[in-house]
């Protein structure tokens, strides 16, 4: 046995995927909520015996390698790596990749880079001004240390000329990590204080640099690392790697838009706290979250009810099963990290008193239009939209009252206007061709092999005729090798997939199989026009099988 079966073979996979999906037991199979699309009704099923598996609604599916790779987004080597660690083995003769190698030579140098600017600020003289200006904004030296604050000198080379002279790394790996300019071989921060940004795994992959208040250097007011092999701003929540236990903690998570309003939220006591850092929620940012939780409370620094890539989302979350709340603004402070700062109590209090976001939505549009006329009909343009997208209908049905309410009109005249919204759109688009659907047989074949596999009669299945030449196969190769796990590859996974159904194997229901599948030949001689003694006869067992079904 090769380690790559030994370390499969180690490994729990009901274990493995509990770390990230609740999983309940049905018959000799786990099911939950699949991680990777949102579903509200459970279709992810996992087998214990054969260690894998599958998704009836996305079709993700595999074996312990493959979830790993497929939620951690892992190259093949990254998760046997990882599995080897989990089972306690030693790779003997694992060599990595070389897109495996490049990754860990750029999370080694991003962690070498956090390291050289954590000491200038905190060691070197040339970080006293940031220094000065980071406390004075209340940060203390145990948030430094625990966020790993840094400060990149105002040096055109500084930190290029570490890694390249003292690390000897070349200038293509310093540009390639994201640390400096291409082509140019210089720094690409330059007197900034900088934020390392570190993934769910606690990897060092990014930065974001602000700029100070004296900078004369160019651009914005935050700079991020380049997207490249290991940093994708839209994959990352700031402060996630610290915040996962608070999170579960609590059970719910606090969404900020910058670092600076992660850490004094975490100083006033509310750590349950991760950043976007300035993006809308993304799809890979609300998988993260759906992991360790089921309810966001939005903190934002603007009024985002009317942005469309704030709604969007937003609605993305609820998708994908997640409560969302909003903290009501306050006129006294500009943003979430300003109010944790000043008040730490009525921050906290804030955060408790979260409204759910159907309820920010209305006052939020209430605000902005007004209750005239054209207000109302703004209101209603902007709001039933939404209210339209709303699963669940007791929770609609309560919105349409209150925004009648508010409105002063009545429920029935909310519900015609968004009876109009309904209606579905006649599309000119052309529609991709569909997969040709399994035939009846081909049903009915498959759900017997299936029984057959459950019930250990595949022997049983020799006396059966078989029309599906897929299934016909299937069978002559498991009477000679009943181990579905040595199955060829061009039939395992198929194969595999009957075991992660909730269908279970009985005298009756096998019997009834064979029984409908009797009832397809009968109708497809019938169909040839045998002659009438035949028929006559064919037709008999038709009547007795169609009785006993």
């Known amino acids: 046995m090769d380690q790559v079966e030994e370390i499969k073979n180690k490994i729990d996979i009901v274990e493995l995927i509990k770390e990230y999906v609740p999983l309940k037991r049905a018959g000799r199979n786990f099911k939950g909520l699949c991680p990777f699309h949102g579903e509200k009704t459970p279709s992810f099923m996992v087998n214990p015996e054969l ?30 790596q990882n599995l080897a660690k989990r089972a306690g ?32 600020l905190t060691k070197h003289r040339l970080g006293k001004p940031a220094l000065a200006y980071i406390k004075g904004r209340g940060v203390t030296d145990e948030t430094l240390a625990k966020f790993k604050l840094g400060y990149a000198p105002a040096k055109w080379d500084v930190l290029t000329k570490f890694l390249t002279g003292k690390k000897k790394f070349s200038t293509s790996d310093v540009e390639r990590a994201g640390l400096a300019i291409p082509g140019k071989g210089y720094d690409r921060f330059r007197d900034r204080l900088m934020f390392p ?101 939005m903190a934002l620094d603007t009024d985002f009810a009317g942005d469309a890539a704030a709604r969007r989302g937003i609605e993305i979350a609820e998708t994908a099963g997640l409560i969302i709340k909003v903290v009501a603004s306050s006129e006294k402070y500009k943003d979430p990290g300003e109010w944790a700062a000043a008040d730490a109590e009525g ?82 688009s052309v529609q991709p061709p569909v997969a040709e659907p399994e035939s009846r047989r081909e049903l009915i074949e498959g759900y017997l092999v299936e029984l057959a ?37 061009e039939m395992k996974e198929r194969v595999q997939a009957l075991f992660l159904t909730e269908n279970e194997y009985g005298e009756r229901e096998w019997q009834k199989t064979l029984d409908r599948l009797e009832l397809v030949d009968i109708s497809e001689k019938l169909t040839l026009a045998p002659d009438p003694a035949e028929s006559v006869k064919l037709g008999r067992r038709k009547a007795e099988l169609t009785k006993s079904l």
């Open 51 to 80: 260690q894998i598996y599958k998704c009836f609604g996305c079709g993700q599916g595999g074996d312990t390698y493959a979830f790993l790779q497929a939620i951690e987004g892992m190259e093949f080597g990254e998760a046997l």
């Open 453 to 489: 596999l459950k019930g250990e009669r595949v022997g049983d299945l020799v006396k059966v005729t078989l029309a599906t030449p897929f299934w016909q196969k299937v069978v002559e190769v498991l009477v000679k090798e009943p181990d579905v796990k040595k199955l060829p590859a």
């Open 197 to 297: 940004i570190i993934n769910h795994r606690s990897q060092v992959v990014g930065f974001t640099g602000r700029q100070l208040p004296w900078s004369k250097e160019m651009g914005g007011k935050y700079v991020n690392s380049p997207d490249g092999e290991i940093f994708h701003k839209s994959e990352i929540l700031y402060g996630l790697d610290k915040a996962r236990s608070e999170i579960k903690s609590a059970g719910f998570a606090v969404l900020v838009e910058g670092q600076m309003d992660v850490l004094p939220s975490w100083q006033a006591g509310v750590k349950n706290i991760v950043a976007a850092s300035g993006t809308a929620l993304t799809s890979r940012q609300v998988e993260l979250l759906r992991r360790i939780t089921d309810t966001v409370v």
């Open 89 to 120: 083995i030693t790779l003997v003769s694992y060599r990595p990749s070389q897109t495996e190698e490049l990754k860990e030579k750029q999370i080694q140098l991003n962690t070498m880079a956090g390291d050289v600017y954590h000491f200038v």
């Open 347 to 428: 921050w906290q209090k804030a955060v408790a008193e979260a409204m759910p976001i159907y309820d920010f939505y209305l006052q939020s549009a209430v605000k902005r239009f007004g209750i005239d006329v054209v207000g109302k009909k703004k209101i209603t343009r902007e709001l039933l939209p939404i209210w339209a997208k709303i699963d669940d209908e007791i929770v609609k049905a309560h919105y349409i009252l209150k925004l009648a309410q508010t409105l002063g009109v009545g429920e029935a005249d909310v519900r015609a206007q968004l009876a109009k919204l309904s209606q579905p759109a006649v599309s000119q």
